[in-house]
């Protein structure tokens, strides 16, 4: 039977800064990089050994999925990439830290640019300092200048199922190494989570969840590696 593992980046430096990250490349901490090493050696010592891998364009997504391999083994296994795997896009907000944009703004306001379901925050405008239309790694893509989490799941839903799928019903042990937006896109479709809901779901850095699938692939289980 297969299963899919999810893994969080592990800390980011923005994480740190409390900073509206995004689309923005930003790198992992030392703690983030010891946090990949340790989901890997999870994985190993729980004998959970996946075939493929797919992570998202971002720097602290790729630096994780390979320090985890690594220190699983299999750092030879393939891999893709893709950009909607990406995080959500902050737009407006990207760079900001979050305290100082929520005593501006108001707590209230902030609260419903991260958490609600379908409300983006304020675009970003183009040839801004963090406009990455121009970036070499999106060419022929159409990036966002903002995205709500209903707009991340309508791109992170049609890959998954579209390149993804295709692996788990195939009996491959699939992991994917992204960011919480875009995980939390494919826990709500996995686990049946309601709009509501899904946005208070924290996912940790570092820390693989796994899903026991049927060859059907219905959910027979769901866990975090680290409690069994």
Do not use: C
């Amino acid at each position: 039977m297969p299963r899919l593992i999810l893994v969080r980046h592990g800390q980011s430096q923005w994480n740190l800064e409390n900073r509206f990250t995004g689309w923005w490349d930003v790198d992992l901490t030392e703690k983030g990089e010891e946090e990949a090493r340790a989901a890997g050696v999870l994985l190993k010592e729980k004998g959970i050994a996946p075939t493929v891998a797919f992570t998202s364009l971002q720097t602290r997504a790729i630096r994780t999925l390979h320090l985890a391999l690594e220190a699983a083994g299999l750092l030879w296994i393939p891999e893709t990439k893709d950009w909607r795997l990406n995080e959500r896009h902050y737009g407006g907000l990207t760079g900001l830290n979050k305290a100082e944009t929520a005593a501006k703004h108001g707590d209230e306001q902030v609260k419903i640019w991260r958490r609600s379901f379908d409300t983006p925050p304020p675009v970003l405008e183009i040839g801004s300092a963090f406009d990455l239309s121009t970036d070499a790694r999106y060419a022929g893509i159409d990036v966002p200048q903002t995205e709500s989490l209903k707009d991340t799941i309508a791109r992170v839903l049609p890959y998954y199922e579209g390149s993804i799928v295709p692996h788990l019903k195939a009996g491959a042990d699939v992991l994917i190494s992204a960011h919480g937006n875009s995980l939390r896109a494919l826990v709500k479709h996995l686990s049946g989570i309601s709009d509501d809901e899904i946005t208070g779901l924290e996912i940790p850095t570092g820390q693989p969840i796994v899903y026991e699938l049927a060859d059907d692939l219905a959910v027979l289980d769901r866990y975090y590696l680290s409690e069994r």
